[in-house]
Nanobody
C-alpha cells in the first residue's frame, strides 16, 4: 500500500485548503484512513479519520466543524477539506492507513498502530 499526499501550502488565517491522499495497493474494508499532523517537538496527532467503506468518520475536537474528511471511490483518494484555518493548524499533515476492524474505534489509531504512512505535506497558516 502506498499513500501519497498533496495539496499543502501557505494560506492566510481564515482561509481554506484541501489535502488529498492517493492510495494505491490493496486496502480492505476494515481499514481506516486517517489524517495526522505534527509540529516540531510534539507528537503526531490524529485529526480526522474515515473508514475505507466511507461509512464512519471521526474528528478531533480541535478541528470539528472546520475540517471535513471524505473518500472518492472512483479516484481511490481520501480528502481533507480544511476551512477557517487557524495559525495553530500549521503542521506537516500525514495520511495513514490502519487496520481497525469492523468496530472502527478511531481513538485506537495511533502512531504505534498505523500500518502505512505517506511522506507528509506541509500546511502553513499565516496569522
Amino acid at each position: 500500500v502506498q499513500l501519497v499526499e498533496s495539496g499543502g501550502g501557505l494560506v492566510q488565517s481564515g482561509g481554506s485548503l484541501r489535502l488529498s491522499c492517493a492510495a494505491s495497493g490493496r486496502i480492505f474494508s476494515n481499514y481506516a484512513i486517517g489524517w495526522f499532523r505534527q509540529v516540531p517537538g510534539k507528537e503526531r496527532e490524529l485529526v480526522a479519520g474515515i473508514s475505507w467503506s466511507g461509512n464512519s468518520t471521526w474528528y478531533a475536537e480541535s478541528v470539528k466543524g472546520r475540517f471535513t474528511i471524505s473518500r472518492d471511490v472512483a479516484q481511490n483518494t481520501v480528502s481533507l477539506q480544511m476551512n477557517s484555518l487557524k495559525f495553530e493548524d500549521t503542521a506537516v499533515y500525514y495520511c495513514a492507513a490502519d487496520f481497525l476492524g469492523p468496530s472502527m474505534r478511531f481513538y485506537t489509531m495511533t502512531t504505534r498502530t498505523v500500518d502505512y504512512w505517506g511522506k507528509g505535506t506541509l500546511v502553513t497558516v499565516s496569522s
